[in-house]
């Protein structure tokens, strides 16, 4: 089976499709930037995009995974499912970049670029109806709601998401990559994301008598720098982990021990194998340190997303692509990240690929504000390539060839 039997010429004029409709791209994205919505509440954003779709005569199902959509286009030809994915969650962020269309939502942006991914896949839906009597089964657009609490695909797979899909495709805007082009990797791309949540009991007292106390506060400390013994000395340095406590949180006044103390942390890894032993060695870790310094401690461990893991095969379909539509030479290998993506639940259940769309600067991309930063912004160049990349991509896996 080739990876694409669609011509060049015909790649090229998806390309130029996607380009004819920029505008409305465009002022699509700006709509969605101007009014986020946070994980789980992305209620407002799901009824434009169900509105825009059924404006396309697509079946709409909505409500999927809470505030999820999943609309399927249907070839003349019976044949393969192909899923397209985007999400649209935002996160609580203060906007910092003074965009006309900044967010109009005090503590709420979309520092990811999700309004950026929705607005990209509606486009490819509106590429591919026009392509409709070619196709050679169906494609399916999944709309997904909380992807930052990785949470949305576990919700879309649980209720029939990806019944019938055979391969399922997604990309992720990169800001730190030139607009126009396309980063890929084979086998293992994003971190795995595990939540640990720690809470330590003590006994509290006057900050001038500590030996009448047993202090969480201390413990806590220790247990912070024991955790890094994790990864110095209990896993491979040819394997990557991180181990990060974010969050700590313990007494209200300055000369008060405090009873309790609580910690939230996160755990990474780039190897399924990896992340399995991962809970045994922090709870190991911190129970003994906290007996060590007689508190009692109570770990949750809960394992959110695994490594998202590409198949090779639909890596070389993408590649392909790319390479057709805008050329080998704007095509880079992407490098790993510990970052998270709940589209790797996705790839657990059936065969696809995740990519990186350059979405910075045409100079100077490297310097750019990243991914979750109130500065961050979005090189719009990038719109009508991302929506042309993943319709040519469906067009291809579902041409009559196949």
Same mark, same amino acid.
């Given at each position: 089976?080739t990876?694409?039997t669609?011509?060049?010429?015909t790649?090229?004029?998806?390309?130029?499709?996607?380009?004819?409709?920029?505008?409305?791209?465009?002022?699509?994205?700006?709509?969605?930037?101007?009014?986020?919505?946070?994980?789980? %509440?992305?209620?407002e954003?799901?009824?434009?995009?169900?509105?825009?779709?059924?404006?396309?005569?697509?079946?709409?199902?909505?409500?999927?995974?809470?505030?999820? /959509?999943?609309?399927?286009?249907?070839?003349?030809?019976?044949?393969?499912?192909?899923? +397209?994915?985007?999400?649209?969650?935002?996160?609580?962020?203060?906007?910092?970049?003074?965009?006309e269309?900044?967010?109009?939502?005090?503590? !709420?942006?979309?520092?990811?670029?999700?309004? #950026?991914?929705?607005?990209?896949l509606?486009?490819? #839906?509106?590429? +591919?109806v026009?392509?409709?009597?070619? +196709?050679?089964?169906? !494609?399916?657009?999944?709309?997904?709601?909380?992807?930052?609490?990785?949470?949305?695909?576990?919700?879309? /797979?649980?209720?029939?998401?990806?019944?019938g !899909?055979?391969?399922?495709?997604?990309?992720?805007?990169?800001?730190?990559?030139?607009?126009?082009?396309?980063?890929?990797?084979?086998?293992?791309?994003?971190?795995?994301?595990?939540?640990?949540?720690?809470? +330590? %009991?003590g006994?509290?007292?006057?900050?001038?008598?500590?030996?009448?106390?047993?202090?969480?506060?201390?413990?806590?400390?220790?247990?912070?720098?024991?955790?890094?013994? #994790?990864?110095?000395?209990?896993?491979?340095?040819?394997?990557?982990?991180?181990?990060t /406590?974010?969050?700590?949180?313990?007494?209200?006044?300055?000369?008060?021990?405090?009873?309790?103390?609580?910690?939230?942390?996160?755990?990474?890894?780039?190897?399924p194998?990896?992340?399995?032993?991962?809970r045994?060695r /922090?709870?190991?870790?911190?129970?003994?340190?906290?007996?060590?310094?007689?508190?009692?401690?109570?770990?949750?461990?809960?394992?959110?997303?695994?490594?998202?893991?590409?198949?090779?095969?639909?890596?070389?379909?993408?590649?392909?692509?790319?390479?057709?539509?805008i050329g080998r030479?704007?095509?880079v290998?992407?490098?790993?990240?510990?970052?998270?993506?709940?589209?790797?639940?996705?790839?657990? %259940?059936?065969?696809?690929?995740?990519?990186?769309?350059?979405?910075?600067?045409q100079?100077?991309?490297?310097?750019?504000?990243?991914?979750?930063?109130?500065?961050?912004?979005?090189?719009?160049?990038?719109?009508?390539?991302?929506?042309?990349?993943?319709?040519?991509?469906?067009?291809?896996?579902?041409?009559?060839?196949?």
């Amino acid at each position: 089976m080739t990876a694409t039997t669609l011509s060049k010429e015909t790649l090229q004029s998806v390309l130029e499709g996607g380009r004819s409709g920029e505008r409305e791209l465009v002022a699509f994205r700006r709509e969605l930037h101007a009014k986020p919505e946070l994980s789980l %509440q992305e209620s407002e954003t799901a009824a434009r995009v169900a509105e825009e779709l059924k404006k396309l005569g697509l079946e709409v199902r909505t409500g999927v995974g809470a505030h999820g /959509i999943v609309a399927d286009l249907v070839g003349p030809v019976a044949g393969r499912t192909v899923a +397209l994915r985007a999400d649209m969650d935002a996160l609580p962020i203060e906007e910092e970049t003074g965009l006309e269309f900044a967010s109009q939502r005090p503590g !709420v942006m979309h520092a990811c670029g999700h309004d #950026a991914h929705t607005a990209m896949l509606l486009g490819a #839906a509106r590429l +591919l109806v026009q392509q409709k009597d070619k +196709l050679r089964g169906r !494609v399916r657009f999944l709309f997904q709601s909380a992807e930052e609490i990785n949470q949305g695909a576990k919700l879309m /797979i649980e209720q029939g998401a990806l019944d019938g !899909v055979d391969e399922i495709y997604g990309l992720h805007n990169l800001p730190t990559l030139a607009a126009g082009k396309v980063a890929t990797r084979y086998g293992s791309l994003m971190g795995s994301v595990d939540r640990i949540e720690i809470k +330590l %009991q003590g006994r509290g007292g006057h900050g001038a008598m500590p030996d009448q106390t047993i202090d969480p506060v201390v413990a806590g400390s220790a247990i912070v720098m024991g955790l890094q013994t #994790a990864v110095s000395r209990e896993v491979s340095p040819f394997a990557p982990v991180v181990v990060t /406590i974010g969050k700590i949180h313990a007494g209200d006044s300055y000369n008060v021990i405090p009873h309790r103390a609580e910690m939230v942390g996160t755990i990474r890894t780039f190897s399924p194998d990896v992340q399995k032993t991962m809970r045994e060695r /922090i709870e190991r870790l911190v129970c003994t340190i906290a007996e060590a310094y007689r508190c009692k401690a109570e770990l949750t461990y809960t394992e959110l997303s695994p490594v998202l893991v590409n198949h090779d095969a639909n890596v070389a379909y993408v590649e392909q692509v790319t390479d057709a539509m805008i050329g080998r030479e704007l095509r880079v290998e992407a490098a790993p990240t510990l970052g998270g993506e709940d589209f790797a639940l996705y790839l657990q %259940q059936v065969p696809g690929c995740f990519f990186w769309l350059g979405a910075g600067p045409q100079e100077g991309a490297e310097n750019a504000f990243g991914l979750h930063h109130p500065k961050f912004t979005l090189n719009e160049e990038c719109l009508p390539l991302g929506a042309s990349m993943l319709a040519a991509v469906a067009m291809s896996r579902l041409s009559d060839a196949q």
